[in-house]
C-alpha cells in the first residue's frame, strides 16, 4: 500500500473536531486504495473506555481503536486474470461489474461444488504485484495480501511482515484447487481465419447441401439449396452473422415442432446459387491451418456434434474427415483424448480425458457457442491436475489491479478459487460523535496496544470484561493494514481480562487462531452482526458492508474453529424484513452457519440518524413513510412497545424451531453480559453528501 503521509499544521488540526482530545497528533494518511478517505493517526492518551454508571448498556468496559469505520478487505488481482463466468465463459476481472453472473464455490455436504454468484461489487487499487507459478503452467499475478484456497485452507500470498503475528500463507508444493489455467492457450478471437474455422466444423458437421437438375419440359432446371436446422439459437445466430460477414446472406424458418422429446428446432437456409458456392468455399479444408482456423474449427464441430454429459466431453462423426480435423484441433489445444471404435451406424467418438481441467482447456480455445454444454454448477471441485505452487515472484513494481465483491465470498481465477474483498472502498461509512463531520475521516489510535497494556497492568484493574465492537467495528477495513488488533487481543490475554467482540467484519477470520489460543486463558465471545439477508435491499441498505453470505462463512469458520457464535439478528426493519418468510429465511441460514444463539430486536432511529433515513425511505419505498413517522413519531428513537412484542411472538417460535436459544434485546438485564452489549448497540445512521444509502453500525453512545 503506497501511503502518502502529510503533516497537518495546528490550523488543519484544528479543523479536525475532536483530536485535541487524543494525546498526540501524529500524521494524516491518504492512499489510492481508499479512495475519498483520510486516516488521522493519533497517539491515544487511553485505551480502556469505561460505560458511564447512568447508561443503559450492559456491560461497563470498551477498547475502540479506531473512530469511524473502513469497512472492507484488502484483495486484488491483476485486471488480465480470467474469471469463470457462469455461462461457462472466462472474461478479464477488468471487464466485470456489478451484478455480472460468475462462477463461486460452495461446501455441500461432503464436496466443495462450483456455484453461480453475483458480483456485487468491482473497483481498482494499485499494489505490489507477485507472480505465483504453479506446476500445470498456470500463473497468477496478485497482491501480497490476496488468499487463494489451498488444500490445506485459504492462504495469503505472502506472509505477515513488521513483525506482527504470522499469518497462513503460500510456500512452494502447497497445491491449489481447481481446474488451473495451464500454459499459455490461444483465446478463440474473433479473426476470419477463426470465422473460417467455425463455419467448417458447424456446417461440415450438421447441414444440407444440395446441387440437384432436373428436366422441365425443354429446359433443365437446377436447384442449390443450403440448409442448416438447430435447437439451440446461440450456434444458430453465430452461423448466420458469420455467414453475412462473408456476404451471404440466409433465411429464418421453423424446422420442427417441439415434442415431448426433442426440442423444437430453426433454420436458416439460402436457394442463391452464389451463396451455396461463396459457403462451400468457406468450409473446404484449407491447405495451411492456422491456429485460429483450429480453434474456429474446435468449436464449430463441438457446437454441431459435442456433447458435455456427466463430466465427459464427446465429440461425434462418421466423416473420417471431420474426425482427423477435430484431432487436429485438440492437438492444437493441447488436451489428450482417445478416439474410441466405431459404432455399428459407423459414428465414431472422440472422448477428451483430463476431466475438468482439459474440458475447460477446449472451451476457452474453441470458444463454442451453446451455453448449456459449457455449463460446470454443481460439478464438484476435484483437482485433475497438478496446481503445485513452483514459484512465487515479488515483481519488484507496483501495478493496477482490481478487486471485487461475490455473493459466495470467492470467485474463479485463471482456474483456481480465489477469495474475493468484501465491501466497496468508496462506500465506506463512519459512526463519529453527532456534530463532527467525519464523513471520510477516520481516526486511528496507532498506539492503543501499548497503552491498553499500561492500563491492564494497573493494580487496580479488576479484570472485569471488556466489549469490543460496539462503538466502531474493529475488523473493518483499516484494520487490514493497521493490524491493530492482534496485540489487542494479546494484551487482554495475557492480563487475564475477558473479552466481546462484536463485528460484521469478515476479517475476523484472520485472528481466529489468536482468538482459540486466548480462550484457552479468558472468556472469549464472538458475535457477528447480520441485518439484512435479502441481497437487493441488503446492498440499498448497507452499501459498503460485507454481504450477508459472507459474514455467515465468518460464522462458520469461527464455529469451526470452536467458538459459540451469536448473530444479532437487528436491526429488523418494520415492513422490509419482520416478515414471518423473511425471519424464517434468515434463521434457517443463521443455523445452517452453525451459529449457537440469536439475539433479535427492532430498528432504532436516534434523533439526528432519523431524517437521513427518511430521506433514504422516501426515494426507496415511499409507501413505506407514513407508517414509520407513526411508529417513530417526533424525537422517539425506539419502535413502540406494541411492535416489539408483536415481534417477539412472530421471532421466539422461530428460534423455537431452529433452536438457536434466541432472546430480544428487551429481554438482556442491564449490564448482564459483555457478550449481550450489542444487543442494545443497533443504530441506524447514513453517509452525508452522497446517494449510498443507509448503513447499520453498534454504536451505545448513539442510541438514546
Not at 127 to 151: C, N, P, Q
Not at 483 to 510: C, H, N, Q
Not at 588 to 595: E, F, L, T, V, Y
Not at 659 to 668: F, I, P, Y
Amino acid at each position: 500500500m503506497r501511503w502518502q503521509g502529510q503533516q497537518l499544521d495546528a490550523t488543519d488540526a484544528a479543523a479536525l473536531p475532536g483530536l485535541e482530545s487524543y494525546g498526540g497528533f501524529v500524521r494524516s494518511v491518504t492512499t489510492p486504495e481508499f479512495a475519498g478517505m483520510t486516516f488521522h493517526e493519533v497517539m491515544a492518551k487511553s485505551a480502556l473506555n469505561h460505560v458511564p454508571s447512568v447508561s443503559a448498556m450492559p456491560f461497563d468496559w470498551t477498547v475502540n481503536p479506531y473512530r469511524g469505520c473502513s469497512h472492507a478487505c484488502s484483495y486484488c488481482l491483476a485486471p488480465d486474470t480470467l474469471v469463470l463466468k457462469s455461462d461457462g465463459r472466462q472474461v478479464p476481472i477488468s471487464s466485470l461489474t456489478p451484478g455480472d453472473q460468475i462462477i463461486g464455490t460452495q461446501e455441500s455436504g461432503a464436496y466443495r461444488r462450483y456455484v453461480p454468484t453475483t458480483v456485487r461489487a468491482a473497483w481498482r487499487t494499485r499494489k505490489r504485484a507477485y507472480r505465483v507459478t504453479l506446476a500445470d503452467g498456470t500463473e497468477l499475478v496478485a497482491s501480497g495480501d490476496h488468499r487463494f484456497l489451498t488444500e490445506r485452507g485459504w492462504k495469503y500470498v505472502i506472509g505477515a511482515s513488521g513483525g506482527v503475528p504470522q499469518r497462513p500463507h503460500l510456500t512452494l508444493n502447497n497445491r491449489l484447487l481447481g481446474f488451473g489455467a495451464g500454459s499459455a492457450v490461444s483465446v478463440a478471437s474473433e479473426t476470419t481465419d477463426y470465422q473460417s474455422g467455425y463455419l467448417s466444423g458447424m456446417i461440415r458437421g450438421d447441414r444440407m447441401i444440395l446441387h440437384k437438375a432436373y428436366a422441365d419440359g425443354r429446359r433443365t432446371r437446377r436447384i442449390h439449396r443450403f440448409r442448416l436446422a438447430l435447437a439451440d439459437e446461440e450456434a444458430l445466430d453465430r452461423t448466420r452473422q458469420y455467414l453475412a460477414s462473408s456476404g451471404v446472406v440466409t433465411h429464418t424458418r421453423p424446422f420442427s415442432a417441439a415434442t415431448p422429446h426433442r426440442r423444437e428446432m430453426t433454420a436458416i437456409h439460402t436457394a442463391r446459387a452464389s451463396d451455396v458456392t461463396t459457403i462451400e468455399a468457406i468450409i473446404a479444408e484449407p491447405v495451411a491451418r492456422t491456429t485460429d482456423w483450429h480453434a474456429g474449427f474446435l468449436g464449430g464441430i463441438f457446437d454441431a456434434e459435442g456433447s458435455c454429459s456427466r463430466g465427459i466431453l464427446r465429440i461425434s462423426n462418421k466423416d473420417e474427415d471431420i474426425i482427423r480435423l477435430t484431432c487436429e484441433a485438440l492437438d492444437a489445444c493441447g488436451v489428450t483424448y482417445v478416439v474410441e471404435p466405431p459404432r455399428p451406424n459407423g459414428v465414431r467418438a472422440i472422448r477428451v480425458t483430463g476431466g475438468l481441467p482439459a474440458r475447460q482447456r477446449v472451451f476457452t480455445f474453441g470458444d463454442p457457442a451453446i451455453t448449456r454444454k459449457r455449463l460446470i454448477a454443481g460439478t464438484a471441485v476435484k483437482t485433475a491436475v497438478d496446481l503445485r505452487i513452483v514459484t512465487i515472484e515479488d515483481l519488484g513494481v507496483e501495478i493496477d489491479m482490481v478487486d471485487i465483491t461475490t455473493g459466495t465470498g470467492d470467485f474463479i481465477a485463471n482456474g483456481v478459487i480465489s477469495h474475493n474483498c468484501f465491501a466497496r472502498g468508496t462506500h465506506e461509512y463512519l459512526e463519529l460523535d453527532a456534530g463532527h463531520d467525519f464523513d471520510s475521516q477516520i481516526v486511528v489510535k496507532v498506539n492503543v496496544a501499548d497503552v491498553l497494556r499500561r492500563e491492564l497492568a494497573k493494580p487496580a484493574w479488576r479484570r472485569e470484561t471488556v466489549a469490543l465492537g460496539t462503538n466502531t467495528d474493529p475488523y473493518q477495513r483499516a484494520e487490514g493494514r493497521y493490524r491493530l488488533m492482534p496485540e489487542i487481543i494479546g494484551a487482554l490475554t495475557d492480563s487475564g481480562t475477558p473479552f466481546s467482540l462484536l463485528t460484521k467484519g469478515t476479517l475476523l477470520r484472520r485472528d481466529l487462531p489468536l482468538l482459540q489460543e486466548a480462550s484457552a486463558s479468558v472468556e472469549v465471545s464472538l458475535a457477528m452482526s447480520i441485518a439484512v439477508f435479502d441481497d437487493t435491499l441488503q446492498k440499498l441498505v448497507e452499501p459498503g458492508t460485507p454481504s450477508a453470505a459472507a459474514r455467515l462463512e465468518t460464522v462458520r469458520a469461527a464455529t469451526a474453529a470452536g467458538f459459540r457464535v451469536t448473530v444479532f439478528l437487528m436491526p429488523i426493519l418494520p415492513h422490509l424484513t419482520d416478515s414471518i418468510a423473511a425471519l424464517d429465511h434468515a434463521l434457517s441460514r443463521i443455523k445452517d452457519a452453525g451459529a449457537a444463539r440469536v439475539v433479535f430486536g427492532a430498528l432504532h432511529l436516534r434523533p439526528g440518524a432519523k431524517q437521513w433515513f427518511l430521506q433514504w425511505l422516501e426515494r426507496e419505498h415511499p409507501e413505506l413513510v407514513s407508517s414509520y413517522r407513526g411508529l417513530y413519531p417526533g424525537v422517539t428513537a425506539t419502535a413502540p412497545k406494541a411492535y416489539r412484542v408483536w415481534l417477539a411472538k412472530r421471532v421466539r417460535p422461530l428460534l423455537r424451531v431452529y433452536r438457536l436459544n434466541g432472546e430480544a434485546e428487551d429481554d438482556a438485564p442491564p449490564r448482564a453480559t459483555a457478550a449481550g452489549a450489542a444487543a442494545r448497540a443497533a443504530v441506524v445512521t447514513t453517509t452525508r453528501g452522497r446517494r449510498a444509502g443507509v448503513a447499520f453500525a453498534a454504536d451505545p453512545g448513539r442510541l438514546f
